[in-house]
């Protein structure tokens, strides 16, 4: 199943999602009309029939005021992650990790991190820790792939080695491919309602509580209602607590273990995912403190408490069935360890394990000695729709190097807002063919106009293939900052590329990139508003077009690509577009209704603007970075093409 499928299936899961919580919403309110006709037949009502207890207007009033309850709590739910994962991590009391933290251990995340971001294609997420919570764990969340935060808790940190953190951050990303996160919002949303009578419950007894101290004893007396009146709201909501577990088990489990597999094909490090797994077992766990930890139960790493009947209703599969899937012999280690270490919490610098007998079952293969290896016949590469949503171990190696090319110095400063901005400046007026002076008046820079050049004559010197990792580091420094400042900066990129009234494929990527994810739009949830090709007929079109120019074909040979690429997605009569209808304006508004599309519809889309990529059967650098830049702005992260 590749990522298109994924979040196809995970658009459908959402349906199966309305289902359950349907059947969970009557289940809860065949509970409350029980509770309330019990209540009447020892009540003043005992005279009534059956027959009429399910026709009086008083059942109605319940019922009604049942599903209001609950409906509010699924909106009070929707409207506090109204800004998606920043407004999750929000709630948890999470801390912001800034780009230029000096703490040794929040360093060794970022790098994790911004490696696993370049080689995968997706947008460094925005980094928060739980400073209060000791066990190991982690969750991402979001609306779409390029505006995730990605939440660890500082057990995390404490406890795994650099391979053990990056297999946990491999599943997390994982969870970003498979299109996980925002089901698992919506997932919270629908149980805050299904919870939300326990709450009242909860409320209600807390309030009598309070108030019977500064009561009299008659007044007290008439608030036995009120507890009696909690007291069944509270029971009630163990049977919202009970559904919504059995909902959170029947979406979670397979996406875990799918997740385990995923994060071991990408760095085919098996002992990296399988030693963080052991420290949870053998060590402090991964249950967490928080009281959100039940309503977060279903999107973390691990569990994240410890309840009965966790066999039916945990989210996660157990940690030896887990363990078990990376390899048999994983399970063997497990206990081991445990003896050596007398169950307690493993070494943060424990040495990276070799990988036990059978520890292929995820990564697809033992490695064996280079010398040992059978001679295999090359095999073509699968086209970049089939590379969208996957990570390799060339994709990691390629990443690897590139920020290894990087200087230090460039890396420490790019992770200042001010120096991050100042790179986004600096990368125009590298690569621009216009009087540097005259794109500096632009800027109405006086002050920083020698360090606005010097950076750019560092900048040119890299070399092409830095230019797009440049925007990848810089990019995330500038999410944080308030809407103003990020509006400043993107009226200034845009005023940069407008002095020679023409855009380059490297500045309209970087503009375009920019706006994705700094933009007023960034941060807000997208839904899928098209189903077929022909609603996008004019922007398909315009987008083949461009890059039908952009390819060198001319005249005959133009038109023939045009249509050969593009068969099955136009409709008849959609011809190549004259080049001066091929506006950089005209095309950003089309790749942003293009990003719309339903998820199957964008793989084709991709391999047809690939083919004409490679029209000329070779990828220049300014051509990998358009293709990579459109399939970003597609919401599809697509790893580099140079690292295969």
């Given at each position: 199943?590749?990522?298109?499928?994924?979040?196809?299936?995970?658009?459908?899961?959402?349906?199966?999602?309305?289902?359950?919580?349907?059947?969970?919403?009557?289940?809860?309110?065949?509970?409350?009309?029980?509770?309330?006709?019990?209540?009447?037949?020892?009540?003043?009502?005992?005279?009534?029939?059956?027959?009429?207890?399910?026709?009086?207007?008083?059942?109605?009033?319940?019922?009604?005021?049942?599903?209001?309850?609950?409906?509010?709590?699924?909106?009070?739910?929707?409207?506090?992650?109204?800004?998606?994962?920043?407004?999750?991590?929000?709630?948890?009391?999470?801390?912001?990790?800034?780009?230029?933290?000096?703490?040794?251990?929040?360093?060794?995340?970022?790098?994790?991190?911004?490696?696993?971001?370049?080689?995968?294609?997706?947008?460094?997420?925005?980094?928060?820790?739980?400073?209060?919570?000791?066990?190991?764990?982690?969750?991402?969340?979001?609306?779409?792939?390029?505006?995730?935060?990605?939440?660890?808790?500082?057990?995390?940190?404490?406890?795994?080695?650099?391979?053990?953190?990056?297999?946990?951050?491999?599943?997390?990303?994982?969870?970003?491919?498979?299109?996980?996160?925002?089901?698992?919002?919506?997932?919270?949303?629908?149980?805050?309602?299904?919870?939300?009578?326990?709450?009242?419950?909860?409320?209600?007894?807390?309030?009598?509580?309070?108030?019977?101290?500064?009561?009299?004893?008659?007044?007290?007396?008439?608030?036995?209602?009120?507890?009696?009146?909690?007291?069944?709201?509270?029971?009630?909501?163990?049977?919202?607590?009970?559904?919504?577990?059995?909902?959170?088990?029947?979406?979670?489990?397979?996406?875990?273990?799918?997740?385990?597999?995923?994060?071991?094909?990408?760095?085919?490090?098996?002992?990296?995912?399988?030693?963080?797994?052991?420290?949870?077992?053998?060590?402090?766990?991964?249950?967490?403190?928080?009281?959100?930890?039940?309503?977060?139960?279903?999107?973390?790493?691990?569990?994240?408490?410890?309840?009965?009947?966790?066999?039916?209703?945990?989210?996660?599969?157990?940690?030896?069935?887990?363990?078990?899937?990376?390899?048999?012999?994983?399970?063997?280690?497990?206990?081991?360890?445990?003896?050596?270490?007398?169950?307690?919490?493993?070494s943060p610098a424990t040495p990276r394990p070799a990988a036990p007998q059978g520890a292929a079952a995820f990564a697809g293969g033992s490695r064996v000695p280079e010398d040992t290896k059978p001679p295999v016949a090359a095999t073509p590469s699968p086209p970049p729709s089939q590379r969208v949503g996957t990570v390799s171990?060339?994709?990691?190696?390629?990443?690897?190097?590139?920020?290894?090319?990087?200087?230090?110095?460039?890396?420490?400063?790019?992770?200042?807002?001010?120096?991050?901005?100042?790179?986004?400046?600096?990368?125009?007026?590298?690569?621009?063919?216009?009087?540097?002076?005259?794109?500096?008046?632009?800027?109405?820079?006086?002050d920083q106009r020698q360090a606005l050049i010097t950076l750019s004559e560092t900048i040119r010197a890299l070399g092409s293939r830095l230019r797009l990792p440049l925007i990848d580091l810089a990019l995330p420094v500038l999410k944080p900052l308030p809407a103003d400042s990020r509006a400043r900066i993107l009226s200034h990129?845009?005023?940069?590329?407008?002095?020679?009234?023409?855009?380059?494929?490297?500045?309209?990527?970087?503009?375009?990139?920019?706006?994705?994810?700094?933009?007023?739009?960034?941060?807000?949830?997208?839904?899928?508003?098209?189903?077929?090709?022909?609603?996008?007929?004019?922007?398909?079109?315009?987008?083949?077009?461009?890059?039908?120019?952009?390819?060198?074909?001319?005249?005959?040979?133009?038109?023939?690509?045009?249509?050969?690429?593009?068969?099955?997605?136009?409709?008849?009569?959609?011809t190549l577009l004259p080049l001066t209808h091929c506006g950089s304006h005209k095309l950003g508004h089309a790749v942003d209704r293009l990003a719309d599309l339903s998820p199957l519809l964008k793989g084709p889309v991709i391999d047809a603007a690939a083919d004409l990529v490679l029209a000329d059967g070779k990828v220049q650098?300014?051509?990998?970075?358009?293709?990579?830049?459109?399939?970003?702005?597609?919401?599809?992260?697509?790893?580099?093409?140079?690292?295969?």
């Open positions: 199943m590749d990522f298109f499928q994924h979040q196809e299936r995970a658009r459908r899961k959402t349906g199966l999602l309305v289902l359950y919580f349907i059947l969970a919403v009557i289940a809860i309110v065949v509970c409350v009309n029980l509770a309330v006709l019990l209540t009447l037949f020892w009540g003043d009502f005992q005279s009534a029939s059956p027959s009429q207890w399910f026709t009086h207007p008083f059942i109605h009033w319940i019922t009604g005021l049942t599903l209001a309850v609950m409906v509010f709590g699924c909106l009070l739910k929707l409207w506090q992650l109204r800004n998606g994962g920043q407004g999750l991590a929000e709630m948890l009391g999470a801390r912001h990790i800034t780009m230029d933290s000096t703490a040794t251990q929040e360093k060794q995340l970022i790098n994790v991190v911004e490696e696993m971001s370049i080689a995968s294609g997706i947008p460094a997420p925005q980094l928060y820790v739980l400073d209060n919570e000791t066990a190991i764990n982690a969750f991402v969340a979001g609306f779409r792939p390029s505006e995730t935060v990605l939440v660890v808790t500082q057990g995390t940190l404490n406890e795994l080695n650099r391979d053990e953190l990056q297999g946990v951050i491999a599943h997390e990303f994982s969870h970003i491919f498979n299109a996980d996160m925002r089901l698992n919002l919506r997932l919270l949303a629908v149980l805050a309602g299904i919870l939300a009578l326990g709450k009242v419950g909860e409320y209600l007894i807390r309030g009598q509580r309070r108030s019977s101290f500064s009561r009299s004893s008659s007044s007290r007396k008439g608030g036995g209602g009120l507890v009696f009146a909690g007291l069944a709201l509270m029971v009630i909501g163990y049977v919202g607590l009970f559904f919504g577990r059995l909902i959170k088990a029947a979406i979670s489990r397979q996406r875990e273990l799918l997740a385990d597999a995923s994060a071991v094909q990408f760095t085919r490090n098996p002992a990296g995912l399988g030693g963080a797994l052991i420290k949870i077992r053998n060590g402090n766990g991964s249950h967490l403190a928080t009281p959100h930890a039940e309503d977060m139960s279903h999107m973390c790493f691990g569990e994240t408490l410890h309840f009965r009947l966790r066999n039916l209703l945990g989210t996660h599969p157990p940690l030896d069935e887990r363990l078990s899937a990376i390899g048999s012999d994983w399970v063997a280690r497990a206990r081991s360890r445990a003896r050596d270490t007398g169950s307690g919490p493993a171990e060339p994709d990691m190696g390629y990443a690897r190097s590139l920020l290894e090319a990087i200087p230090d110095d460039l890396r420490r400063q790019i992770r200042s807002p001010q120096s991050a901005e100042s790179v986004l400046y600096a990368l125009i007026l590298s690569t621009s063919t216009s009087d540097t002076e005259s794109l500096l008046d632009a800027l109405d820079v006086n990129l845009t005023a940069l590329i407008e002095v020679d009234n023409r855009y380059t494929f490297f500045e309209w990527a970087l503009v375009g990139l920019a706006h994705q994810q700094l933009g007023e739009q960034s941060g807000k949830n997208r839904r899928t508003r098209f189903r077929r090709y022909g609603a996008l007929a004019a922007e398909l079109q315009l987008l083949f077009s461009v890059l039908t120019w952009a390819s060198g074909a001319e005249n005959e040979e133009a038109r023939t690509l045009f249509q050969r690429s593009t068969h099955g997605l136009l409709p008849a009569g959609r650098v300014q051509e990998a970075e358009l293709l990579r830049t459109i399939a970003a702005l597609l919401e599809c992260p697509l790893p580099p093409l140079f690292a295969s």
